[in-house]
Structures are given as structure tokens and as C-alpha cells.
């Protein structure tokens, strides 16, 4: 089955700075690549997803690029805020079952 | 607004005792998911059902099972808690045909 590593597992950055949180999945027929924020004792929520037919997209300061050659997919967040600290969870998609399979997670914080 | 409900929010039990959760949904989605989530593990999903007459096994089924009594209502129980299923756990639901995956508050399960 497929297999997801999310790294790191913790990001520290100060105000104002960007960060980048990286995945690899194993299963090259993988084809939907979501990215969900938890803040603390709140559900997971998507905050932007990819597809396999796409390099990369963007919404306002988050952006999402994949490399289906290398199979792996990064989050970048710009001129970060300390609302965006939480748990940022990568996910994936084999296009023959509808099941996601996550990352471990990566507790980003924003210092002000 | 159409959400994802899950009761009880929080439970303490013993072990050896049976445990339901349960999760009703006003989306109006066919699919349902009960993950499990511990801590620097991420969500790890457990059962999940396409329809009424559908309950497949997820990663990690063993010591639970499931009923979905209905469309919006998809139950995971615990036949005989055991402490290492101490955990936090979600119900999600998703649309046929459409990736994204909507999670309920979560249900925060302690068994002693």
C-alpha cells in the first residue's frame, strides 16, 4: 500500500518568514496530494490540494508544488503569521481506492 | 450549516468494557471514515464505508468494528477497550466523485 514520510516533524520560524514542509510517497499511481491544518484541539481542515496533472498551485501565501518523477510534494507558506501555527498533515490518493493515506504531521510554529 | 457531528466528545472507561462512538453527518455524503490519531503518528484510518451496504477495513481494524445504521450515521466500536487504544479519534466524510474529506470535531478516548 502506499506509504507517505512528511518532514520535519517540527518548524520553528519567526514572524514573518517562510516555511516548507516536504513528503514522498511511494505509490506512483497516486493522483490527489491534500494538505490539512489542525490548530490545537480543532479537526483537520484542507487547506489546498494538488493534483497529479498539475506542478503547482497557489492560494494567496500558500503554495503547493509535486514532482511525480521524484514522487514527493512540499507546502510552502510565505510571510508566515502566528495563526498558522498548527499541525500541518500531508496526504495522498491512489487513484484506485478513495482512501487518503497521511503523513505523520509537522508542528509548525510561528514565534512573533 | 451541513457539519460533521461526533458524540461523545470526550470518554473515560475501563479496561474490558464496550465503547461506542458515534458520528451523524448533515452533509449529505455518502462516504464515511473513523481514523485514529496519536500523538507523532498522524491519522491512521480504521474503517470506512462508500455506502449503507459497504464497510471495508482500513490500516489498523483490528480490535474494532463498525455499523452505518444510515446514510448520515457511521458507528465505531470498541468490543473490549484495551489502554493502547487511548487516542484521539476522528470521523470524516467525504462525496462520491470529490477528494476532499470533512472531519468532525474528534472524540477523545481514555481507556484506564
Known amino acids: 500500500g502506499e506509504n507517505v514520510e512528511q518532514h520535519p516533524s517540527t518548524l520553528s520560524v519567526q514572524e514573518g518568514d517562510s516555511a516548507v514542509i516536504k513528503c514522498t510517497y511511494s505509490?506512483?499511481?497516486?493522483?490527489?496530494f491534500p494538505w490539512y491544518k489542525q490548530e490545537l484541539g480543532k479537526r483537520p481542515q484542507l487547506i489546498i490540494d494538488?493534483?497529479?496533472?498539475?506542478g503547482e498551485k497557489k492560494d494567496q501565501r500558500i503554495a503547493v508544488t509535486l514532482n511525480k518523477t521524484a514522487k514527493h510534494f512540499s507546502l510552502h507558506i510565505t510571510e508566515t503569521q502566528p495563526e498558522d501555527s498548527a499541525v500541518y498533515f500531508c496526504?495522498?490518493?491512489?487513484?484506485?481506492?478513495?482512501?487518503?493515506?497521511f503523513g505523520k504531521g509537522t508542528l509548525l510554529t510561528v514565534n512573533p | 450549516d451541513a457539519d460533521v457531528t461526533q458524540t461523545p466528545r470526550n470518554r473515560i472507561t475501563k479496561t474490558g468494557k464496550r465503547i461506542m462512538l458515534e458520528c451523524s453527518q448533515t452533509?449529505?455524503?455518502?462516504?464515511m471514515y473513523w481514523y485514529r490519531q496519536d500523538p507523532g503518528l498522524g491519522l491512521r484510518l480504521i474503517y470506512y464505508?462508500?455506502?449503507?451496504?459497504?464497510?471495508n477495513k482500513g490500516e489498523i481494524s483490528d480490535g474494532y468494528s463498525v455499523s452505518r445504521q444510515a446514510q448520515a450515521k457511521f458507528s465505531l466500536s470498541l468490543e473490549s477497550a484495551i489502554p493502547n487504544q487511548t487516542a484521539l479519534y476522528f470521523c470524516?466524510?467525504?462525496?462520491?466523485?470529490?477528494?476532499?474529506?470533512?472531519f468532525g470535531p474528534g472524540t477523545r478516548l481514555t481507556v484506564l
Open positions: 505509490d506512483s499511481a497516486s493522483n490527489y
Open positions: 496526504a495522498a490518493k491512489t487513484g484506485s481506492n478513495y482512501k487518503l493515506t
Open positions: 464505508s462508500f455506502d449503507v451496504k459497504d464497510i
Open positions: 470524516a466524510t467525504s462525496d462520491s466523485g470529490r477528494d476532499e474529506q470533512f
Open positions: 494538488i493534483r497529479s496533472n498539475v
Open positions: 452533509k449529505g455524503h455518502d462516504r
